[in-house]
C-alpha cells in the first residue's frame, strides 16, 4: 500500500514539473525555421500559385520559353566569352516587391565560347557555380541542369543553355532607404557568379562570370533602360547635334566667348596673380642677392663686376 502511494506521488510531481514546459510552448508556438528553408518555402508557394491560378499574371512555361530566347538572342551577339570557362550568364528578374525588398530571380548558364587556358577539357559537369550578393541574402532554390559538353555542343553555332538557377532572396534591411529607385535596386540584387572545378592536372581553378552580358532582357526591368554615365553624354553630344543640324540652336564658335566668368574667373584670376606673385618676389630676391654679392666682392678688392651671376 506504501509502495502505491509513493508511485502516485512521483507522476502528479512529473506530471506537475512537465506542465509549465508544455505552456510555453503553447504560447511560444514551434520553433522558428531557418531563413534558407523560409526561403524556399516561399518560394516554392509564389511558383506553385503561378502555375496553378488561371488568371495569374504569370505563365512559368511561357516564361521560361520567353526567357530562353531572349537569352539566346543577347547572348548570340558574342563573339567569345570574357573568362577562360567559356560560360556566359543571364540574370532576370522574375518578382520584385520594392516595399519588403523581396524578390525571385531567373539565372541561367551558357556555354558561348571554347574554353582556354586551364579549363581546356573541362567537363561542365564538374563545374560548380557558386551564387552571391552584394546588397541581399538569397538562397538557391534549385539547379536544374539541362546540357552537356559534347558532339551536339560542337555542332551548334549558338550558345548552349547548361544550368537554370532559381534563386528567391531579400534585400538587406540597411540598404532599404526610401525612395527605391531603379539606380539603387539593380547593384544590390545584380549577382557575383562564380565558377570553380578541377583543372587536368587536379588543381582547383575558379573564374568569375559577368552577369553583365545579358542582364534584364526579360522580366523586370526589361522594359527600362538605365544609362551609365558615359551613355548620358554621348545621348546628349546626340540630342545637341540634332538640334543644331535642325537649326533650333544657335552655333558657338569655341575660344571666343569666357564661359567660365563669374566662379570660374574669379579662381582662375586669383591662382594667376598668385603665380605671378611668386615669380615677381622670387626675382627681386635673386636681384638683392645679386646685388649684395658684388658689394662684398668691391669690399674685398676684387673685381665683381667680371662675374655674372
Known amino acids: 500500500m506504501m509502495w502505491n502511494t509513493v508511485a502516485v506521488a512521483s507522476l502528479l510531481v512529473t506530471q506537475a514539473c512537465s506542465a509549465p514546459s508544455i505552456v510555453v510552448r503553447e504560447i511560444l508556438g514551434p520553433r522558428e525555421l531557418p531563413f534558407e528553408k523560409r526561403l524556399e518555402e516561399t518560394a516554392y508557394g509564389f511558383l506553385e500559385r503561378r502555375q496553378n491560378s488561371s488568371t495569374g499574371t504569370l505563365n512559368m512555361t511561357q516564361w521560361d520559353s520567353d526567357t530562353l530566347a531572349a537569352c539566346t538572342n543577347t547572348l548570340s551577339t558574342l563573339s567569345a566569352s570574357s573568362n577562360p570557362s567559356g560560360m556566359a550568364v543571364c540574370y532576370n528578374l522574375v518578382k520584385l516587391d520594392t516595399n519588403l525588398g523581396e524578390f525571385m530571380a531567373d539565372l541561367r548558364l551558357f556555354e558561348v565560347s571554347a574554353p582556354s587556358g586551364a579549363w581546356e577539357g573541362v567537363p561542365l559537369q564538374q563545374m560548380q557555380g557558386g551564387i552571391s ?13 539541362v546540357a552537356s559538353r559534347g558532339i551536339s555542343r560542337r555542332q551548334s553555332t549558338g550558345p548552349t543553355l547548361h544550368r537554370t538557377y532559381m534563386i528567391v532572396g531579400r534585400i538587406n534591411q540597411d540598404q532599404m532607404i526610401p525612395p527605391m529607385t531603379i539606380q539603387k535596386i539593380e547593384p544590390l540584387i545584380m549577382p557575383t557568379f562564380t565558377l570553380t572545378a578541377n583543372d587536368a592536372t587536379g588543381k582547383s581553378i575558379s573564374t568569375v562570370v559577368s552577369s553583365n552580358e545579358a542582364a534584364f532582357v526579360n522580366g523586370i526591368f526589361s522594359k527600362e533602360v538605365v544609362l551609365s554615365p558615359f551613355s548620358e553624354a554621348s545621348l546628349a553630344v546626340q540630342n545637341i547635334t540634332a538640334e543644331l543640324e535642325a537649326g533650333r540652336v544657335a552655333f558657338v564658335l569655341p575660344g571666343v566667348n569666357l564661359l567660365i566668368f563669374p566662379i570660374g574667373l574669379v579662381v582662375t584670376s586669383f591662382w594667376t596673380l598668385l603665380g605671378v ?29 667680371a662675374t655674372r651671376i
Open 133 to 145: 550578393f552584394k546588397g541581399a541574402t538569397a538562397s538557391e532554390i534549385n539547379g536544374q541542369q
Open 277 to 305: 606673385g611668386a615669380y615677381a618676389y622670387g626675382t627681386y630676391e635673386r636681384y638683392n642677392y645679386r646685388e649684395t654679392y658684388r658689394r662684398r666682392k668691391a669690399m674685398a678688392g676684387g673685381k665683381a663686376y
